[in-house]
């Protein structure tokens, strides 16, 4: 079945860690996304990358970093997590022509 | 950067009722969704509309988006419409995009 898969759905980590969210389309879409979600502030953009190879910063890009090797992959990294990153991660993706996008089922990342 | 506001921030509903929901945003964009926020946390499209009117089913939207807004219509609620309802716009600024989101309006429909 065609869509985006995010991995793992949920983790708790030792303050101080190194984590990578990992997010798989498989709907040769160009543009990728990583969000966060926090109570009251709705959904965030951490990163971007508009095709294969290019990235950009959100609106909290801090203490975050991803890559875009492939169309496919988009993988998020935490170099050192702190309390303040728990949060729900959402991945999503849209295509060039059609930019509806769709979003991945969500990572409940907990740091303690 | 662009400012996306929806309204009410909340709503509770008797089971049948009509609503409408609003969402404002501050510059041109090229791109609008609803989404759905289930209970579960999973983030489920409504509808893809920068402009027009489009339904399905109990559900149907507008944008006009020369007046920087968009509306979403549910008719003839049920329980299952619960959830948080989130309004998402894109621009086209400088070589990037950015799908930007309001902070959502919570429904809670009760029997």
């Known amino acids: 079945i065609a869509g985006i898969t995010q991995a793992p759905t949920s983790q708790i980590l030792a303050a101080g860690r190194r984590m990578t969210l990992r997010c798989t389309q498989d709907?040769?879409?160009?543009?990728m996304y990583w969000y966060r979600q926090d109570l009251g502030l709705g959904l965030r953009l951490i990163h971007y990358s508009n095709t294969a190879g290019t990235t950009g910063k959100g609106e909290v890009p801090d203490g975050y970093s991803v890559s875009r090797a492939n169309t496919d992959d988009f993988p998020l990294t935490l170099a050192s997590a702190v309390p303040s990153q728990t949060s729900v991660y959402f991945c999503a993706s849209s295509g060039q022509e059609n930019t509806e996008a769709f979003f991945g089922q969500g990572t409940r990342l907990t740091v303690v | 950067g662009i400012q996306v506001e929806q309204s009410p921030p909340d709503l509770i509903l008797q089971e049948g009722a009509n609503s409408t929901l609003r969402c404002n945003f501050s510059d041109s964009v090229n791109n609008l969704q609803w989404f759905h926020q289930n209970p579960w946390g999973q983030l489920i499209n409504l509808f893809y509309i920068p402009s027009g009117t489009k339904q399905n089913g109990r559900l149907s939207a507008t944008t006009v988006a020369t007046e920087r807004y968009s509306l979403l219509y549910i008719s003839s609620s049920q329980t299952t419409d619960s959830g948080v309802y989130f309004c998402a716009v894109e621009t086209f600024k400088g070589g990037s995009e950015k799908l930007v989101f309001g902070k959502g309006m919570k429904l809670t429909v009760n029997p």
């Open positions: 709907m040769r879409h160009n543009a």
